[in-house]
């Protein structure tokens, strides 16, 4: 699969992307359709990924931002209908 290219990482950002079965990434989503549910799914999406980043973690280490990555499926069901695993990890900030 191609990559999708979400643009630059900052603080406040938040991404959407749809993922197949077997974890490739199909589409990027507008906030409206990834938060009220998929109309028209396409072909093997699987799970709706949001990607958020916060402020930097401490003030020593301020080239730090904090990732939060939800996965929630099934696709087309509303957000508060969805199951959801969450994960925060740290990512660089980039100069």
Do not use: M, N, W
């Not at 730090?64 to 199951?83: G, Y």
């Amino acid at each position: 699969a191609d990559p999708i290219d979400l643009g630059p990482v900052g603080l406040g950002r938040r991404y959407f992307l749809t993922f197949d079965t077997e974890g490739a990434p199909l589409r990027a989503l507008s906030p409206g359709d990834a938060t009220g549910g998929l109309s028209r799914p396409i072909d093997s999406e699987a799970c709706v990924v949001e990607i958020a980043f916060k402020a930097p973690v401490s003030p020593d280490h301020e080239d730090l931002l904090e990732a939060r990555v939800s996965v929630e499926s099934p696709v087309e069901a509303r957000r508060q209908d969805r199951r959801a695993e969450v994960l925060t990890t740290l990512v660089p900030l980039d100069p």
